[in-house]
């Protein structure tokens, strides 16, 4: 699988573009805003998008989803059902923000844990990784051992959980038994900031550590 990261809005959020080398077949993950910007990379990758995939349903991963989804004519797939109510919330989410209204959406297929979505000629694995929401899921590509993770980890980091029914317990157990797992060789795109690797973070993440160190 290949990919391509186009950072997006002051929130600094990784939108991913990936495709499948074979087919030129395409999807973006989590296109959270800047609409004009993320049509001029896909359009200098020549590929063809095929659907929009979202990690969860805050609004600076989500801004863009549903003009992007009508400009190219594809579905939205993705979170899980449990962060519909982040979805819904939209208009409430750019007042807050401050930010241009964005609409209540509603994807046109809800994920759940084990299932899979092709894009190409690549199959990714969903796992449903709550803690950050409710309804968090994040892709795998087990072939190229590459793990598009959301909010859920970060280099040095993991994913806030001070937000509505967000539960950093929760979300600790969710990287410990759903992603760790995966092998330390895996490479992770995160929601934001720079990529890492799994075993590098099972090694130096703070918040993975099961004995903080006495200073």
């Known amino acids: 699988m290949n ?28 296109p959270g805003g ?12 020549g590929v063809k998008l095929t659907q929009i995939l979202l990690t ?21 797939v993705g979170p899980e059902k449990e962060d519909e109510f982040w979805l819904q919330g939209l208009p409430a989410q750019s007042q807050m923000f401050g930010m241009e209204e964005c609409l209540p959406l509603t994807p046109a297929r809800w994920l759940n844990d084990g299932e899979t979505v ?4 690549v199959t990714l694995q969903v796992l449903h990784c709550p803690g950050h929401t409710p309804g968090h899921v994040v892709f795998f590509d087990a ?7 959301g909010d859920v ?6 994913g806030r959980s001070d937000f509505p029914r967000g539960d950093h317990a929760v979300l600790i157990d969710s990287i410990k ?10 490479t992770f795109i995160p929601g934001h900031g720079p990529l890492s690797t799994l075993g590098y973070e099972r090694l130096h993440n703070p918040f993975l550590q099961d004995e903080l160190p006495v200073w």
């Not at 950072?7 to 990936?18: D, E, R, Y």
């Not at 038994?177 to 895996?186: E, H, N, Q, W």
């Open 3 to 30: 990919y391509h990261i186009i950072p997006v809005t002051a929130f600094g959020q990784n939108c991913s573009l990936i495709w499948c080398e074979v087919t030129q077949q395409a999807a973006l993950v989590d």
């Open 34 to 45: 800047e609409a004009e910007k993320i049509k001029q990379q896909v359009a200098a990758k």
């Open 56 to 76: 969860h349903g805050h609004l600076d991963h989500v801004g863009a989803a549903a003009e992007l989804a009508e400009h190219y004519g594809v579905p939205v």
């Open 118 to 121: 092709a894009v190409g000629n």
């Open 143 to 149: 072939r190229s051992q590459l793990l598009i993770s």
């Open 153 to 158: 980890i970060f280099k040095g980091g993991v």
């Open 177 to 186: 038994r759903k992603l760790l797992p995966l092998g330390d060789d895996v």
